[in-house]
């Protein structure tokens, strides 16, 4: 975050603060979250670099972003019990194939040449859901928040081949026809605080910090070999060991949680 940020920030809270015991906008509308209101928390960052370098006379200025807090794209949202708690919940459900074709020469050559596709596909899953509780205290707009979430998520990607020219007498070759990366587990629980001050009704801006435990695992990964054997084909399968980690720290850049210790912006309706 730049200096013209930061200063920006400081000047918005310095400028509110005499305001602070007005729970109300002139039109009536409440600052502060109620009881049944939902919450989305985005990356607030480019807000305040573009009011920063508007205020600055930057011409070349961008207009600010919708971002997701964390780079992996989780959507990070709340639930209010009531006006001092609220559930949290995060969700990352992901799936994506790509595919790839390549012409090459068909085996035996042709009068004319003809050519046959080889076609590589890869596919990536990836899911995360998180849920806790957060608990609220400050009887103006700068409001504190502490409490409790866990998550859990799962990832992983498979590769495979299909050759255009099939193996025999004419194309004894070794080839791979897929790889299987090993999927990998997480588990997390952590207990965060943070702070927020809402700028204006039910928009606030804030951050966290956290500390928990994190578990990893990732399984066998596989690629698998087709050959030609003489009279007929035959495949071999070679697996490779997995890993796994365990830690008990503070956290930054969570791959379940978002993102924590950066601005974020949050819209409460």
């Keep these: 975050m730049t200096k013209k940020t930061i200063l920006l920030f400081a000047f918005a809270f310095m400028a509110t603060s005499i305001f602070a015991q007005v ?4 039109k009536g509308e409440p600052y502060l979250p109620q009881a049944g209101d939902w919450a989305i928390s985005i990356d607030g960052s ?11 006379g930057n011409g070349s200025n961008n207009a600010p972003r919708f971002d ?3 780079v992996n794209q989780t959507i990070i949202g709340k639930y209010f019990i009531d006006s001092v708690s609220a559930y949290r919940f995060g969700a990352l459900i992901g799936y994506r ?10 085996i035996p050559a042709t009068t004319p040449s003809t050519n046959v596709d080889d076609v590589e596909k ?4 990836n899911i995360g859901l998180t849920f806790g509780k957060e608990w609220r205290k400050g009887k103006t707009r700068l409001q504190g928040f502490y409490g409790a979430e866990a998550g859990v998520a799962l990832s992983s990607e498979n590769t495979q081949m299909e050759y255009g020219n099939i193996l025999s007498a004419n194309n004894p070759i070794s080839r791979l026809s897929e790889i299987k990366q090993g999927s990998i587990f997480r588990l997390g629980v952590r207990g965060f605080v943070g702070a927020e001050y809402f700028i204006f009704p039910k ?7 956290g500390w928990g435990l994190a578990y990893s695992k990732e399984g066998e990964a596989s690629s698998t070999v087709e050959s030609w054997s003489g009279t007929t084909v035959t495949t071999q399968e070679t697996k490779t060991g997995g890993s796994s980690s365990f830690s008990v720290d503070s956290d930054n850049l969570n791959s379940i949680f978002g993102s924590a210790a950066t601005i974020r912006l949050t819209l409460h309706f």
């Excluded at 729970?23 to 002139?26: E, P």
């Excluded at 480019?46 to 600055?56: P, V």
């Excluded at 194939?97 to 068909?106: F, K, Y």
């Design 23 to 26: 729970m109300t906008s002139k």
């Design 46 to 56: 480019s807000f305040l670099d573009y009011a920063g370098n508007f205020i600055g």
């Design 68 to 70: 997701f807090l964390s």
């Design 97 to 106: 194939t790509n595919s790839n074709t390549d012409l090459v020469p068909a």
């Design 122 to 125: 890869v596919s990536n899953t």
């Design 203 to 209: 928009i606030a801006l804030g951050g966290e910090f």
